[in-house]
């Protein structure tokens, strides 16, 4: 019974120490990548690792004491108080040695059980680059991606131009399946009296950009409708950041060649942080102040594309795409709602497609895995949606329903 209960003692303090061993182990990973991103720099990153190792191997030292008492306190309290050099020697190689005995042990047993049920990494996904060797990209001599090289000419059609980035341009999917082309095929109402759509996105455009090309070409526009398309990242365009952010993701450590356990943890680390990286890039930096800079220049350059369009007597209009990922909880609300009480004192019509994806699977509505840009059912969801909201809030302007 003694024996039993004793055991059970031992079992009790050791295994909380072999599982944190094992985690130790296994996410080790997540110190040395974080280490560098910590605000205090490397050297506080370091010092905070080396604490955790310390509480760690003197709670293995406790546990070492108990089973060479063998339970009893009056033995243990005289190993712990024990003064003689050759004793604590011997006591700390030992707690050495069960340390790293332990500590790999756990990581066999894990290391067999990944192997036996085949438990591997989510496979990572194919370059975004494939995506685009298979579309035609080709543009007219105004650098768009429509037919015309001129504008055509003035009609009796109600003219809508589309402002935006790769979303608008279709990165991924064909120029006829792209939702501008889609909206007009929509609204149009007969062959002498309906709609014609030009789609004026362009890949990696901030709104700034938008209007010095709508600028360059207004006249020649006969615009009645200007949609300005933003997409989340509009508030920080920095390829570089993108470039950083997909290397983190996509990398690969030397350790997970010959391991499961390493490689599944390695993925899932470098995942996690793509992930919170990207959410920071998306609100606009990882800080308040970055995120207010992004913010103000953001809001400056589309009330410039406001009174651009309106001084042409134009009717401008703003459509908010989402991201789409994680849809059924969706991530990035918190940008959306400032977004919808920024054009709430700009007094336009203002569209948020999140309503139209919301709840759906993203990676089905996705060119790609690697690829966050809308497929053709995603045009086609939200070419239905805006097509819907230009007819009730802004067709009704122009005496048409």
């Not at 497609?353 to 509505?365: K, N, P, Q, T, Y």
Request: charged share 25%; with cysteine; glycine share 8%.
């Amino acid at each position: 019974m003694c024996a039993t209960i004793y055991a059970s003692g031992v079992s009790a303090v050791l295994l909380p120490i072999v599982v944190g061993t094992f985690l130790s182990t296994v996410y080790a990973e997540v110190i040395l990548e974080k280490i560098g991103e910590w605000r205090g720099g490397p050297a506080l990153g370091a010092l905070i690792a080396g604490l955790v190792l310390f509480l760690q191997a003197r709670w293995m030292g406790v546990a070492v004491d108990l089973v060479r008492a063998r339970g009893r306190a009056e033995s243990f309290v005289a190993l712990r108080q024990s003064d003689a050099w050759f004793a604590r020697r011997r006591r700390t190689r030992f707690r050495m040695i069960v340390v790293a005995v332990s500590a790999l042990s756990a990581f066999a047993v894990a290391e067999a059980a990944f192997r036996i049920f085949d438990v591997r990494s989510p496979a990572q996904p194919s370059s975004a680059n494939q995506d685009w060797e298979r579309t035609d990209y080709r543009l007219n001599a105004l650098g768009l991606r429509e037919a015309w090289d001129q504008p055509p000419a003035r009609d009796a059609r109600l003219r809508l131009v589309f402002l935006g980035d790769s979303m608008t341009y279709g990165d991924g999917v064909e120029p006829e399946e792209a939702f501008p082309h889609l909206v007009q095929e929509l609204l149009s109402l007969g062959p002498e009296d309906g709609v014609l759509s030009l789609n004026l996105g362009f890949r990696g455009t901030s709104p700034g950009w938008q209007l010095e090309k709508y600028l360059k070409l207004r006249q020649t526009l006969f615009a009645d409708v200007v949609v300005q398309v933003v997409y989340l990242n509009d508030l920080q365009i920095d390829t570089i950041r993108i470039v950083e952010i997909y290397g983190v993701r996509d990398g690969d450590l030397w350790t997970g060649d010959w391991s499961f356990v390493l490689r599944y943890a390695e993925r899932q680390v470098r995942y996690w942080m793509a992930w919170n990286r990207t959410l920071d890039y998306m609100r606009g930096g990882d800080n308040d102040a970055a995120r207010g800079a992004a913010w103000a220049k953001f809001k400056g350059d589309v009330r410039a594309c406001k009174q651009a369009v309106e001084e042409t007597d134009a009717v401008y209009a703003v459509v908010l795409f989402p991201w789409l990922v994680r849809l059924e909880d969706y991530p990035l609300a918190d940008v959306h709602r400032e977004m919808r009480q920024f054009v709430s004192h700009l007094d336009v019509p203002y569209l948020d497609l999140l309503e139209a994806f919301a709840g759906r699977d993203g990676d089905a509505l996705r060119v790609s895995l690697a690829n966050e840009h809308p497929n053709s059912e995603g045009h086609r969801l939200a070419a239905e949606r805006i097509a819907r909201f230009l007819r009730d809030e802004v067709l009704p302007l122009f005496g048409r329903k």
